[in-house]
């Protein structure tokens, strides 16, 4: 059992002031019934990220030069507020940036965990070595991966910038394996836009996902990179995939 269980609001405080602080947050929702459909929850995002998509709308976690992570007094006042209302909350998502690029978030999520929160993680599929450790050790009850591209090279460099290697790739195709055979609560999820997501594009993304996919409108925002974009509609996507109804092939509409 892990040693702070039985400690005091004020040690958990003290305690997590140093957790937060270390997974270097640079924003913070005390309360949401979006991001953890069915839960209340608290969203804590995680600064940094390997990708750049082109759509992304958190540029401020992501870009280097706009990056501030929050100063300690921000990360008492995070651990003070989760602490005062975990009775309140039913869990915490942790999102970002991408999390998962912080050595230090199994600690946060222990730490999480002491509190007696459920947990969410949020990723881009990346590190699935650590999403594998993770899993094994029951640090989390829910994961949303992000599924940008068909598990190409080229496609997810169109979507997801230069920077995308092919063994990052990989990476992403292993992360989406191990989920999709854990018990636990997965979303594969995509986000959707024209001209790139076209038939062929959609439909080897729908082969890859067993289980539900979730697509999201694309929002035209804020995004990372000026782009000439459109959502792809939802009786569009249903007609490139030959079905009428969504259900029936396994897709939640967002
Ligand atoms: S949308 Fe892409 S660039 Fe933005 S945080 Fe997510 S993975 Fe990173």
Partial sequence: MNRVVSATPGELVAHGEKAVSAVLPGGFLKQSFIDWPGHIAAVLYTTGC????VYCHNPGLV????????GAAECRRIADWLVGNRNLLDGVVVS???????RRLPGFLQWLRSCGFR???DTNGTNPQLLE????????????MDLKAPLELQAHREVCGRGITSAMVDRISRSLELLQAWDGEVEIRSTLFRPFHDHRAIREMYRSVTGTWTIQSYSPRV??????AAPCEKEDILDMLGAGDDKAVGIRFR
């Avoid at 450790?133 to 949303?144: G, K």
């Fill in 50 to 53: 390997n990708m750049r998509c």
């Fill in 63 to 70: 870009r280097p030069e706009l990056i501030r992570p929050y």
């Fill in 96 to 102: 970002g940036g991408e999390p998962t690029l912080q």
């Fill in 119 to 121: 947990v969410k993680l």
């Fill in 133 to 144: 450790e993770l899993l094994h050790e029951h640090m989390v009850d829910a994961v949303s």
């Fill in 223 to 228: 995004t990372l990179e000026s782009m000439e």
